[in-house]
T-cell receptor, first 113, second 112 residues
């Protein structure tokens, strides 16, 4: 199946700093990628839909200025958590769709101190 | 709005038995429903997709059913093995579009 790679898998940062997470589709072109957030023992929550060459579509309650999404090419989408705070600590996962299936990255564990 | 309920947070099954997980939705029937496996600290992995006009789909030891009258999908693992232990997520399209929403998942433990 299709492969989606996410980097970094773990990141620890200080409050107030910004962190960038990359999501790459390795063997297919993804015009649309999705970013999710997952808290322990909770379901995946869709944060935003990332569209190549255009602005991302954010879900209700997700701060656009806080979670910057850039989808500059057909194989790369990035999520930047700006001015991170401890409450932003979470597991962030991206996915891309091909043939009606969603393929997920390995996830990125963000810890904000 | 559409809600997904996976009624068992955790399920313990003896090795070799069939594990059955339940997924219920509350409103209109989705165009399709999906099941994913998620291991701790990892992203979900797609297992099966079943469309609204399909009642059953199989893949090796996995079987999924879709009952639009009951608004329910059942996910079965036959001849379960300890390696099947994971969290299984049910997902469906929220508004019959590409937006997918997920249930909270059921943590399945296969006991040796």
């Amino acid at each position: 199946g299709a492969v989606v790679s996410q980097h970094p898998s773990r990141v620890i940062c200080k409050s107030g700093t910004s962190v960038k997470i990359e999501c790459r589709s390795l063997d297919f072109q993804a015009t649309t990628m999705f970013w999710y957030r997952q808290f322990p023992k909770k379901s995946l929550m869709l944060m935003a839909t990332s569209n190549e060459g255009s602005k991302a579509t954010y879900e209700q309650g997700v701060e656009k200025d806080k979670f910057l999404i850039n989808h500059a090419s057909l194989t790369l989408s990035t999520l930047t958590v700006t001015s991170a705070h401890p409450e932003d600590s979470s597991f962030y996962i991206c996915s891309a769709s091909q043939w009606g299936e969603l393929f997920f990255g390995e996830g990125s564990r963000l810890t904000v101190l | 709005s559409q809600k997904i309920e996976q009624n068992s947070e955790a399920l313990n099954i003896q090795e070799g038995k069939t594990a059955t997980l339940t997924c219920n939705y509350t409103n209109y029937s989705p165009a399709y429903l999906q099941w994913y496996r998620q291991d701790p600290g990892r992203g979900p992995v797609f297992l099966l997709l079943i469309r609204e006009n399909e009642k059953e789909k199989r893949k090796e030891r996995l079987k999924v059913t879709f009952d639009t009258t009951l608004k329910q999908s059942l996910f079965h693992i036959t001849a379960s093995q300890p390696a099947d232990s994971a969290t299984y997520l049910c997902a469906l399209d929220e508004n019959r579009d590409d937006k997918i929403i997920f249930g909270k998942g059921t943590r399945l433990h296969i006991l040796p």
